[in-house]
């Protein structure tokens, strides 16, 4: 049995996300969007907005929860969410790989 991988641990002493996507492990930096995360790990993720107006970027989200600092203009049904505008809470899974 294989032991967890560490998480980062930022300045204020609280983990870095995970974000789990078919493709892997990706580590999300403090204050930057999904998007940005996804994208620095060499994601190409469709948007028009980068603000939650449009919802261009829609993904799956297959487990955990995501935080919308600014309530997103787009409609988000349960089990997917907009990563131009929201920050993973905890570990999450995404069904979404490089493409």
């Known amino acids: ?3 967890p991988a560490p998480q980062q641990v930022t300045e204020q002493g609280a983990q870095a996300p995970l974000v789990h996507t078919r493709d892997g492990t990706l580590l999300a930096h403090p204050g930057e ?11 190409h ?4 907005c980068r603000s939650g ?3 261009a970027c829609r993904t799956p989200l297959l487990a ?3 935080h919308y600092p600014n309530v997103p203009l787009a409609f ?21 790989k490089k493409g």
């Open 1 to 3: 049995m294989r032991a």
């Open 33 to 43: 969007s999904l998007l940005e995360t996804l994208e620095r790990h060499g994601h």
């Open 45 to 48: 993720v469709e948007f028009q």
């Open 53 to 55: 107006y449009c919802g």
């Open 64 to 66: 955990g929860s995501v």
């Open 76 to 96: 988000v049904s349960p089990g997917e969410c907009l990563p131009c505008c929201c920050k993973p809470v905890g570990a999450i899974r995404l069904d979404i």
